[in-house]
């Protein structure tokens, strides 16, 4: 897995290292957005993040028979945190995603959440590879929020699953 918090643009949402929760006899290589950047330029209108799309990917899975391999995604914290001397906090749930071109699997859309991973893709069954793609949006600002780096961790969950 990709891991990075470097944050270049103005709101900044970096990929925290997540564990396979797959068995120890089971495994893939996974591929995930190292980051997403949204530059935003008027807080009273939704930013899309860029890169866009971001691709999410899977391959050489070798899943137990009949298996199905699904990707979440969850906030590690409430709000993204904010840059140096405060300001209002942009709630996590404030980034959602839309997919399309899923190739093995359906895609699902979503939003950020703290307390509960969300769906992003799952496989078809006894999968070798697949893919999604994930078009980021941020919903228009509280008031408050001050220029600078925000940024927001999230941990990616890989399972799996009986379809």
């Given at each position: 897995?990709?891991?990075?918090?470097?944050?270049?643009?103005?709101?900044?949402?970096?990929?925290?290292?997540?564990?396979?929760?797959?068995?120890?006899?089971?495994?893939?290589?996974?591929?995930?957005?190292?980051?997403?950047?949204?530059?935003?330029?008027?807080?009273?209108?939704?930013?899309?993040?860029?890169?866009?799309?971001?691709?999410?990917?899977?391959?050489?899975?070798?899943?137990?028979?009949?298996?199905?391999?699904?990707i979440s995604i969850k906030?590690?914290?409430?709000?993204?945190?904010?840059?140096?001397?405060g300001g209002t906090a942009i709630p996590a749930?404030?980034?959602?995603?839309?997919?399309?071109?899923?190739?093995?699997?359906?895609?699902?859309?979503?939003?950020?959440?703290?307390?509960?991973?969300?769906?992003?893709?799952?496989?078809?069954?006894?999968?070798?590879?697949?893919?999604?793609?994930?078009?980021?949006?941020?919903?228009?600002?509280?008031?408050?929020?001050?220029?600078?780096?925000?940024?927001?961790?999230?941990?990616?969950?890989?399972?799996?699953?009986?379809?």
């Amino acid at each position: 897995m990709k891991h990075t918090t470097l944050c270049t643009l103005a709101i900044c949402l970096s990929v925290c290292a997540g564990f396979a929760r797959l068995a120890t006899a089971e495994s893939v290589d996974i591929s995930v957005p190292s980051s997403v950047g949204f530059y935003v330029t008027d807080v009273t209108v939704p930013t899309t993040g860029s890169p866009n799309p971001t691709a999410v990917s899977f391959s050489n899975a070798s899943l137990d028979l009949g298996k199905s391999l699904r990707i979440s995604i969850k906030a590690d914290a409430t709000d993204f945190a904010t840059p140096s001397g405060g300001g209002t906090a942009i709630p996590a749930a404030y980034v959602s995603w839309t997919t399309s071109g899923a190739v093995g699997g359906t895609g699902f859309n979503g939003s950020l959440n703290f307390l509960n991973y969300t769906d992003v893709f799952q496989s078809v069954a006894n999968p070798l590879s697949g893919t999604v793609d994930m078009s980021w949006r941020l919903t228009p600002l509280p008031a408050g929020i001050r220029a600078g780096n925000h940024t927001l961790s999230i941990t990616w969950k890989l399972e799996s699953i009986n379809p």
